[in-house]
């Protein structure tokens, strides 16, 4: 340097990013959007049920108003007392709950037995019957209500909870669903049970049912829902009002009451609290099981 020149300054070289920096900031990035997108469906998805709570809340001055009330002012929490006044409503939810009940009992003892025989036993036709089982699936209520309701009533079955309740105590997406599941239980175990002298009823009911909760509670969630949202075939039915399920009570408050609506969504607030809590409470074993069950083919 020479006697008359000014210092210059020395440059840092700025040091390298860490490895897997970049990829991890990345990731994160692609987590966040992935987080917010779900969050944005969610609120889509349950902007229904909040409207239809928050409408329960409104007066009716207040049921149309413009611009919206998301909130309510003030909170009318008497339409919920009267319109449980207004039907026999504790009759009908005990009614949807006894019939829901009873299908969803029956389905995951006879999808079981179903879906246990279809995959550890071998015998002629397995596979035809299996795909004749799958093929029920293809049809709709609306396609065999008329025959079955020919059978309903020469059984005398119509008004009574035997002919709610039997149309309906297995379905062929239970006996699907049971036997992916049971495919993924390895054969080993239970020919070890056979060994030991076990019989089939026992290795059924102490070692595969135990191995198939995530299934069950799945397809219990599924028939339930099934069951306590059922309108039509009640609707042909069934005529006496003390047989009444939820679904035909709600139809009949609209009939009769049809222009209280605050009343109306309050009832219907009420008839989806059970799924909302069934669902709550047993959501973990659900995703497990819908998530295992195509696990082999």
Known sequence: ???????????????????????????????????????GVACITLLPFYWMFSSS???????????????????????YVLAW?????????????????????????LCSLAGYSLTKFHFRGRGLMFILILSTMML???????PL??????????NSYQGLIVPFLVDGFGVFLMRQYMLSIPKDLIDSARIDGASELRIFWMIVLPLCKP??????????????????????????????????GISLFMSSYGTSWDQ?????????LPMILLFFFLQRAFIQGIAATGLKE
Request: charged residues 15%; contains cysteine.
């Open 85 to 109: 006044q207004a039907q026999d409503f504790t009759r009908y939810f005990l009614n949807s709950g006894f019939v829901a009940v009873a299908i969803t009992l029956s389905n995951l003892l």
């Open 149 to 158: 309701f020919l059978i309903i009533k020469q059984l005398d079955w119509a």
């Open 215 to 248: 299934a069950l509670v799945a397809l219990a969630v599924f028939t339930f829902r099934e069951a306590w949202d059922m309108y039509i075939w009640p609707l042909i039915i069934i005529t006496k009002d003390s047989l009444r399920t939820l679904p035909l």
């Open 1 to 39: 340097m020479s006697p008359g020149a000014a210092p210059t300054a020395s440059r840092r070289v700025p040091a390298p990013p860490p490895r897997g920096w970049a990829r991890r900031a990345k990731r994160h990035r692609t987590v966040i959007a992935a987080f917010c997108t779900l969050v």
């Open 57 to 79: 809340l409104r007066t009716m001055e207040n049921m149309f108003s413009i611009p919206i009330q998301w909130i309510p002012d003030p909170l009318n929490w008497q339409s």
């Open 264 to 272: 109306l969504m309050a009832i219907a607030v009420l008839g989806t």
């Open 140 to 146: 709709p209520l609306e396609v065999t209500m008329v």
